[in-house]
Each structure stands twice: as C-alpha cells, then as structure tokens.
C-alpha cells in the first residue's frame, strides 16, 4: 500500500525567507507525485505536479526516486503563501489519490 | 463556469441519525471523487464513480456508508446511522476523463454529537 508523510506539521517563516515543505513517499511502482494547496477560507486546490517539472507562483518540487522524496521549495516566501499545503501521491493504475497529513505554513511580515 | 458544488456546508447531527451529503461535479466530468478528513488526520479517499459506476470503494470506512450517483451526474453520500468517528470534514472532486487534475469542492464539515 501507498504512503505520504509530511513530517512537519507548522513551519513559520519571516517573509522573504527560503522555506521547504519536506514530503516522503513509499510505493513500489512509479508514482505521479502532487502538491496541493488550501488557503483559508478557499478550496484544496492543486499547485503542482512532478511530471511537468515547473514552477508555480515561485514553488518547485523535484523527484528525488533514490530518496523517494517529493519536497517543495521556494526561495523567498511571501505572506500570501500562507496555507495549508498537502502532498499527494496518485498509483500508476487508479485515479485516486493517498494525502500526507499536510503542512500549515505561516509566514510572518 | 461553476466548480465542484456540495451541499450542505456544514451539518449537525445526533449519533444514531441519518445524513446524506451531495455533490455536483463540474458538468461533463466523468470521474468524481469522495474523500474525508477526520479531526487531526490526513485527507483520506473513501470512493471514486466513473460515471454511475463505483470504480473504487476500498476507502469506505463500514455499511454504514452508502454513495450513489443515479445518472452519472450528481452524487449522495448517505450516512445511517451516523456515530461519533464520523466527524470530520468529507470532500467531493470531479476529474475529466484521464486528466490528472482533480477539482475540489469545499467540503462539507459534518459533526455528529
């Protein structure tokens, strides 16, 4: 069976400070590897996946297979990147998807 | 155009009663999607439809839990009866056809007292 875990529940970051949200999978096949965003008071909504390898609103997430790790990262946060972020992991076969327990990033002015 | 709908928002209910949540889908997405989030843990996949059919229930926690979406369009989710451990806040999503993405509505935070 397929795993995600996000071992950090809160970071707290200064804006314009570099943060990195750390997802670890475990599945025995090849997975597609997610990360969603909650803002408050908005729906769970995606940020980005691992296949098309972009950036968005100044996030990357790289695949790291060896480690089997999927972390975010952004340079310098910005106070609306305040947010519940959850990784998720999708099976090669089935549509549906296995959440970590997510990560609530705080960043203060 | 709308996204995912659910109704209600938010539904108080006493152990023992029953509740029964639904779900629109973004017209003309095939693939639609129940998850729940229990107080303190992660969001976790109950079952996916394509179209009327139920496509995957490994998630539904007991028989308690009933999921059905007559004529591919909107979907139910029926609790009966409704206990303690079904608290928690439960998601609907709809996908198009393989597309990878999956649309989220706003969730429906159920307590049962």
């Known amino acids: 069976a397929q795993r995600v875990t996000q071992p950090e529940k809160l970071l707290s970051v200064f804006k314009g400070a570099p943060v990195e949200l750390k997802c670890n999978y475990s599945y025995s096949g090849s997975p597609e590897l997610f990360w969603y965003v909650q803002y408050s008071r908005q729906r769970l909504q995606l940020l980005l996946r691992h296949i098309s390898r972009e950036s968005i609103k100044g996030f990357t997430a790289d695949l790291n297979k060896g480690e089997t790790s999927f972390h975010l990262k952004k340079p310098f946060a910005q106070e609306e990147d305040s947010a519940m972020y959850y990784c998720?992991?999708?099976?090669?076969?089935?549509?549906?998807?296995?959440f970590g327990g997510g990560t609530r990033v705080l960043v203060k002015p | 155009e709308a996204g995912v709908t659910q109704f209600p928002s938010h539904s108080v209910i006493e152990k023992g009663q029953t509740v029964t949540l639904r779900c629109d889908p973004i017209?003309?997405?095939?693939?639609l999607y129940w998850y729940r989030r229990v107080m303190g843990k992660e969001i976790k996949f109950l079952l996916h439809f394509v179209k009327e059919s139920k496509q995957d229930e490994s998630g539904m926690p007991n028989n308690r839990f009933l999921a059905e979406r007559t004529g591919g369009t909107y979907s139910t989710l029926k609790v009966q009866p409704a206990e303690l451990e079904d608290s928690g806040v439960y998601f609907c999503?709809?996908?198009?056809?393989?597309?990878?993405?999956?649309?989220f509505g706003p969730g429906t935070r159920l307590t049962v007292t």
């Open positions: 017209s003309g997405h095939d693939n």
């Open positions: 999503a709809s996908s198009q056809g393989d597309s990878y993405e999956q649309y």
């Open positions: 998720a992991l999708r099976r090669t076969a089935g549509n549906k998807l296995t």
